[in-house]
């Protein structure tokens, strides 16, 4: 899952793709600007086929809170 | 640097992404007589002041200030990146467009709306209004507007259409974005991205 997450921030923003990213920071410090961010967020609906909710939305910008999120939804490690 | 030459539309204060894109695609045939795409666009600010394409030379560091990046071409050819970037000069000018005249024969079915028969004007101008269209019917979001954030066409289509256009709105992420999908001649050429926005006094 996580590798799946590092991939879609690469493909979002192309200057982290590749880059060792602490899960705990959050991806905005890491250089994701909103548009970046939200567009993350549609990839992982599209990516584990889940719905992110508006209001959980502002709270999935780490790499932590994306995978207990989609674990939370059910989806497997 | 290329400077950009567009008007501010009808009382918008900031030039139109769909305007941007058309200049982009000028300059991409400028570049490359057969160039055919794909081209991505990401707005990052409104655009309120006279700007310019600049492209990205040699992984340069990008520009502190940048209305929109742009990928122009395919991964493994000739792709060009670069900004839209703010310049001084003068304020550009205004002139009246009345975007619902483009699409007054639209068709709407719950998330899709549909142009069988294409009036005069260009194809990017009518999808964006078609796009927003749909947006203001399944999710107004006053006194905020839907404004188009990303453009990701496979393929261009620069000219007057003369095939159904057809609009698909597939994603919602509340009022943050969409992505809606586009289909020309019933074939999927690439997706718009819309987000809401307050738009601030000019």
């Known amino acids: ?77 | 640097m290329f400077s950009i030459n567009i008007p501010f539309k009808g009382n918008r204060p900031y030039l139109r992404g769909a305007d941007i894109y058309t200049a982009l695609v000028e300059f991409a045939k400028n570049q490359d007589p057969l160039f055919q795409g794909p081209v991505t666009i990401n707005f990052r600010h409104l655009p309120k002041t006279a700007c310019a394409f600049t492209l990205n030379n040699k992984d340069m560091t990008p520009p502190t200030e940048v209305y929109a990046d742009f990928s122009l071409g395919k991964e493994l050819g000739s792709k060009k990146t670069g900004w839209l970037v703010p310049i001084d000069g003068a304020a550009p000018h205004r002139i009246a467009f009345d975007e619902d005249a483009l699409i007054k024969d639209a068709i709407i079915n719950d998330k899709i709306i549909e142009l069988i028969t294409p009036s005069s004007g260009l194809f990017i101008d009518q999808v964006v209004a078609l796009t927003k269209k749909l947006h203001m019917i399944h999710r107004p979001i006053a006194p905020s507007s839907w404004i188009l954030t990303r453009i990701e066409f496979e393929e261009i289509l620069f000219d007057e259409p003369i095939l159904s256009i057809m609009i698909k709105l597939v994603q919602i992420l509340g009022s943050r974005l969409t992505r809606s999908e586009v289909f020309y001649g019933g074939k999927l050429i690439g997706n718009l991205y819309f987000s809401g926005v307050v738009i601030g006094a000019s």
């Not at chain 1, 493909?11 to 602490?22: C, E, I, N, R």
């Open chain 1, 1 to 77: 899952m996580q590798e799946t997450l590092r991939r879609l921030i690469g493909q979002v923003s192309p200057a982290l793709a590749g880059k060792t990213l602490d899960p705990s920071v959050s991806l905005l410090e890491l250089g994701l600007d909103s548009l970046d961010h939200a567009n993350l967020l549609l990839a992982v609906e599209e990516e584990f086929s889940v719905k992110v909710p508006d209001e959980d939305a502002e709270h999935l910008i780490t790499m932590d809170s994306l995978v207990k999120f989609l674990k939370d939804q059910g989806i497997k490690a």
